[in-house]
C-alpha cells in the first residue's frame, strides 16, 4: 500500500515517483491479442547483402537464419570433402543445391561460408550443409536462389 503525503498541495518526491512509474507503465487490456507470429520467425531474406565465394561466385542477397552446428561438405553430397564447419547457430546462406538425401526427409542443401575451415583451406570453409540442418519453414525456402553449378 502506498501513502501519499500533503505538504502544501504538492505530493511528496516519493509519491511523485509511484504516478511516474505508473504513468509510463503500460496497461493492457486482458482481452488484448499478442501479434501474431510471422510465417518463419527464424529465417530472413536480405537483399541488400553481397558475398563473393572463392570460386569467383558473387551472391547479392542472403537467407539468415537459426541453424544447428555442423560440418560444410564440398557438395551436397556426405562423401564429399568437410571444407568448413559452422560452430554458431545463426548465420547466412547464399543459395541451395539438391543433392543427397538427408534426414530432413529431403535433398535440398544450403550453401554459405563455415566459421571454421577444416579440409581445402583454399576455399575458405565455403561448402553446403543438409536442410535438416537449417530451420526453415520450406525446403527449399522461398526467395532464396538455386546455386548456379546445380
Same mark, same amino acid.
Given at each position: 500500500?502506498?501513502?501519499? @503525503?500533503?505538504?502544501?498541495?504538492?505530493?511528496?518526491? *516519493?509519491? *511523485?515517483?509511484?504516478?511516474?512509474?505508473?504513468?509510463?507503465?503500460?496497461?493492457? #487490456?486482458? !482481452?488484448?491479442?499478442?501479434? *501474431? #507470429?510471422?510465417?518463419?520467425?527464424?529465417?530472413?531474406?536480405?537483399? /541488400?547483402?553481397?558475398?563473393?565465394?572463392?570460386?569467383?561466385?558473387?551472391?547479392?542477397?542472403?537467407?539468415?537464419?537459426?541453424?544447428? #552446428? /555442423?560440418?560444410?561438405?564440398?557438395?551436397?553430397?556426405?562423401?564429399? #570433402?568437410?571444407?568448413?564447419?559452422?560452430?554458431?547457430?545463426? !548465420?547466412?546462406? +547464399?543459395?541451395?543445391?539438391? /543433392? @543427397? *538425401?538427408?534426414?530432413?526427409?529431403?535433398? +535440398?542443401?544450403?550453401?554459405?561460408?563455415?566459421? @571454421?575451415?577444416? @579440409?581445402?583451406?583454399?576455399?575458405?570453409?565455403?561448402?553446403?550443409? =543438409?536442410?535438416?540442418? +537449417?530451420?526453415?519453414?520450406?525446403? =527449399?525456402?522461398?526467395?532464396?536462389?538455386?546455386?548456379?553449378?546445380?
Amino acid at each position: 500500500m502506498v501513502f501519499f @503525503e500533503k505538504k502544501r498541495g504538492v505530493r511528496t518526491a *516519493a509519491s *511523485a515517483l509511484v504516478l511516474a512509474a505508473a504513468a509510463l507503465w503500460p496497461v493492457t #487490456p486482458a !482481452s488484448a491479442a499478442a501479434p *501474431a #507470429p510471422t510465417a518463419d520467425v527464424s529465417c530472413a531474406l536480405r537483399p /541488400g547483402v553481397t558475398h563473393t565465394d572463392t570460386l569467383g561466385n558473387t551472391f547479392t542477397g542472403d537467407l539468415y537464419c537459426t541453424n544447428a #552446428p /555442423g560440418d560444410l561438405y564440398g557438395r551436397p553430397a556426405f562423401d564429399a #570433402p568437410v571444407t568448413g564447419r559452422l560452430k554458431t547457430t545463426q !548465420s547466412w546462406f +547464399v543459395c541451395y543445391s539438391i /543433392g @543427397e *538425401a538427408h534426414k530432413g526427409g529431403n535433398n +535440398v542443401w544450403y550453401y554459405t561460408q563455415g566459421d @571454421e575451415t577444416v @579440409e581445402l583451406p583454399s576455399i575458405k570453409a565455403w561448402g553446403n550443409i =543438409p536442410a535438416s540442418s +537449417v530451420l526453415t519453414s520450406t525446403d =527449399p525456402f522461398s526467395g532464396l536462389p538455386r546455386c548456379p553449378w546445380h
